[in-house]
């Protein structure tokens, strides 16, 4: 085998808190993180020539060492001292700067799939120890499923999977940096943090309610100041029947927990129309293989 074709699935937090700001000049966070099914296609091959090249189907996707992609394969490469390059055609469909680790599932993905091709036998956790130093994202990319991420997000707890439920994403025509919101963030401003322990119960006794009822951001009141359309996304989401709808991650993207999946597809139709977007997207929850009944 010399080509491999892998999905690279988006994320959503279900909950997002800051705790404190580090000596680094990192933040120590508390999340519970979320796979969908909403994916990239990332498409490998081992090459004799020893380079790294991208193809995308995005003009303005750079294929080049300024894609994260692209680092990923090169530290996977130094650090397993395989020999030879790699041709990697990436099919996007996750939107880039919206919260959704768009860039950072790509690199994970690169990962699991280079140790696939290059019959490497890295353990997961080996993988996640090379993805944190690509991004606090990538080990919970590899990880996938449901999980709660503190740290700066490397320190990952596996929690049961949640009951296969509908997601509606809307992002609004803005991009976001994360370092820049980050940025912003002063500790003692944060007044309402999410009720995680809250969460993880309902997790853990399959009480939908109590998880969706209780999902709360603290970086919203950040880059909602900025672009207030994510606070009037979030009221159609609602209005438009939500169990429950938040900003994922640094933002923009606003998703809403639909029960019913033709309410939700019908939601989107409508605010793709209100608000003009461009990149509204129904999906659900992703299910890992081996934890389907446990």
Request: aromatic share 4%; hydrophobic share 40%; charged share 25%.
């Given at each position: 085998?010399?080509?491999?074709?892998?999905?690279?699935?988006?994320?959503?937090?279900?909950?997002?808190?800051?705790?404190?700001?580090?000596?680094?000049?990192?933040?120590?966070?508390?999340?519970?993180?979320?796979?969908?099914?909403?994916?990239?296609?990332?498409?490998?091959?081992?090459?004799?020539?020893?380079?790294?090249?991208?193809?995308?189907?995005?003009?303005?996707?750079?294929?080049?060492?300024?894609?994260?992609?692209?680092?990923?394969?090169?530290?996977?490469?130094?650090?397993?001292?395989?020999?030879?390059?790699?041709?990697?055609?990436?099919?996007?469909?996750?939107?880039?700067?919206?919260?959704?680790?768009?860039?950072s599932t790509d690199a994970a993905t690169v990962l699991v799939g280079l140790n696939k091709l290059c019959k490497t036998n890295?353990?997961?956790?080996?993988?996640?120890?090379?993805?944190?130093?690509?991004?606090?994202d990538v080990p919970f990319c590899i990880l996938r499923g449901t999980a709660l991420a503190e740290g700066i997000g490397e320190?990952?707890?596996i929690l049961p999977s949640v009951t296969p439920t509908n997601i509606l994403l809307a992002k609004p025509n803005v991009s976001?940096?994360?370092?820049?919101?980050?940025?912003?963030?002063?500790?003692?401003?944060?007044?309402?943090?999410?009720?995680?322990?809250?969460?993880?119960?309902?997790?853990?006794?399959?009480?939908?309610?109590?998880?969706?009822?209780?999902?709360?951001?603290?970086?919203?009141?950040?880059?909602?100041?900025?672009?207030?359309?994510?606070?009037?996304?979030?009221?159609?989401?609602?209005?438009?029947?939500?169990?429950?709808?938040?900003?994922?991650?640094?933002?923009?993207?606003?998703?809403?927990?639909?029960?019913?999946?033709?309410?939700?597809?019908?939601?989107?139709?409508?605010?793709?129309?209100?608000?003009?977007?461009?990149?509204?997207?129904?999906?659900?929850?992703?299910?890992?293989?081996?934890?389907?009944?446990?």
């Open positions: 085998m010399d080509t491999i074709r892998l999905k690279a699935l988006a994320k959503i937090n279900l909950s997002l808190d800051v705790l404190s700001k580090l000596d680094n000049g990192y933040h120590e966070l508390l999340m519970i993180m979320q796979s969908i099914n909403l994916h990239d296609t990332i498409i490998i091959k081992r090459t004799i020539d020893p380079t790294i090249k991208i193809s995308t189907n995005k003009a303005w996707l750079p294929t080049n060492h300024k894609n994260i992609a692209y680092k990923a394969a090169e530290l996977f490469l130094k650090e397993t001292n395989i020999s030879g390059g790699v041709y990697i055609d990436i099919l996007k469909r996750i939107p880039i700067s919206a919260g959704l680790a768009g860039g890295l353990t997961k956790k080996d993988l996640m120890s090379i993805g944190i130093k690509i991004g606090a320190k990952l707890t976001v940096s994360t370092k820049s919101i980050f940025k912003e963030i002063v500790i003692g401003n944060i007044i309402v943090h999410p009720n995680t322990s809250k969460i993880i119960l309902g997790i853990k006794t399959k009480d939908t309610n109590l998880i969706y009822n209780n999902m709360h951001n603290v970086l919203e009141t950040i880059t909602t100041v900025r672009h207030p359309q994510i606070l009037e996304i979030k009221k159609e989401m609602l209005d438009l029947g939500a169990i429950n709808s938040l900003m994922s991650g640094s933002g923009p993207t606003v998703f809403g927990v639909f029960e019913d999946k033709q309410e939700c597809i019908l939601a989107g139709e409508k605010i793709k129309k209100k608000f003009s977007l461009k990149e509204v997207f129904a999906t659900t929850t992703y299910l890992p293989n081996n934890r389907k009944g446990k």
